[in-house]
């Protein structure tokens, strides 16, 4: 399993790690599929996006295995 990258800070999220990702498709569509490592890099990227109403899920990477 590969290593995400977080899209705000850009800090390592290591395999087997918990991710928050964007709820809004834009965000998760095509190759673009944002991940952040957590909730605070999360809400700095909610201003910019210009998204109409935001929400995040907690992907925990250590129960899918």
């Known amino acids: 399993m590969a290593s995400l990258v977080c899209a705000t800070c ?8 918990s991710a928050i990702r964007c709820t809004v498709a834009s965000c998760n569509t095509g ?11 999360w809400e700095k990227h909610v201003p910019t996006a210009r998204h109409r109403k935001a ?7 250590s129960a899918a295995e």
């Not at 190759?31 to 890099?41: G, H, I, N, W, Y």
Request: hydrophobic fraction near 40%.
């Open 31 to 41: 190759r673009l599929k944002l991940r952040f490592c957590s909730v605070a890099c």
């Open 10 to 17: 850009r800090k390592l999220i290591p395999p087997g790690a």
């Open 55 to 61: 929400g995040y899920v907690v992907e925990d990477k």
